[in-house]
């Protein structure tokens, strides 16, 4: 055998470990993926317009696994509660435990302990709420609104109910993290209650778990296409030194 036939032999074996590799690879990344996301979250689907137009009714959410003591101001959560129908909802955690809300202020916004807080994520520019309204919020409750204040049924209705419309944190499941269908990207921490205590909550993996999947779907095509585009690109070779040899002869 010549010392081409030799490299190219020896290229060809190195190519195909290397592809074998890159699929095995591929694999663990794109099943690891799935199964971190079975995991840590919960498929749903939104049921009404109530958050509007953070998530709109029919939009299939990817919510993170979360315990209540979790969540911070701001927070899309799904929650289950007795008073509220006892059925899964999505709101918005606008107050905790301790927190004097009210609305509105002479500039239409919502506060909390006496600051107020920018809401961009509300479709209307006018008051943060169509009714005025204050609750002291219980240890260990939440205040929840809708993105939706015009329709949306929330705390603001349960005001007369014992805990001035305010729920368990053990009442809270998920936390929204994304809309997974119609694409529509993260459900963002607003900053408008990031300078109030406790912060905002970070966001989840869904960025890790999703690149986990995209990197071995890539690795997996790469690695299997490696062998056929080796092939073409050899059968072209063998030719061009057929023709050399004819041309020489």
């Not at 199964?35 to 959410?61: I, K």
């Not at 939440?142 to 368990?168: A, I, K, N, T, W």
């Not at 072209?236 to 023709?243: E, I």
């Amino acid at each position: 055998m010549s010392g081409t036939g030799r490299t190219q032999g020896g290229r060809s074996r190195l190519g195909s470990a290397l592809s074998g590799l890159a699929v095995a690879v591929g694999c663990v990344l794109f099943l690891g993926g799935f199964v971190w996301g079975a995991v840590v979250y919960q498929p749903y689907t939104v049921p009404t317009d109530s958050m509007s137009p953070t998530v709109e009714a029919g939009d299939r959410v990817l919510a993170q696994r979360i315990d209540g003591s979790e969540v911070r101001r701001g927070d899309v959560v799904v929650f289950t509660d007795k008073v509220w129908g006892d059925m899964p909802m999505v709101k918005r955690v606008v107050a905790v435990g301790g927190d004097k809300i009210a609305c509105c202020d002479a500039d239409g916004r919502m506060t909390i302990n006496g600051k107020a807080v920018e809401e961009p994520y509300l479709r209307t520019k006018g008051p943060a709420s169509p009714t005025a309204f204050n609750a002291t919020v219980p240890e260990g409750q939440l205040f929840l609104l809708g993105d939706e204040r015009m329709g949306s049924l929330d705390s603001r209705v349960h005001l007369q109910d014992p805990g001035q419309g305010s729920v368990p944190r053990s009442a809270v499941s998920a936390r929204l993290d994304a809309v997974a269908w119609p694409l529509g990207g993260l459900v963002e921490r607003p900053a408008g209650f990031a300078a109030l205590s406790g912060g905002v909550s970070q966001p989840g993996p869904v960025k890790l778990v999703v690149g986990s999947v995209a990197l071995g779907v890539a690795l997996i095509l790469g690695g299997a296409a490696y062998g056929p585009v080796a092939a073409v690109l050899g059968r072209r070779g063998g030719r061009g030194a057929r023709d050399r040899v004819t041309a020489d002869a």
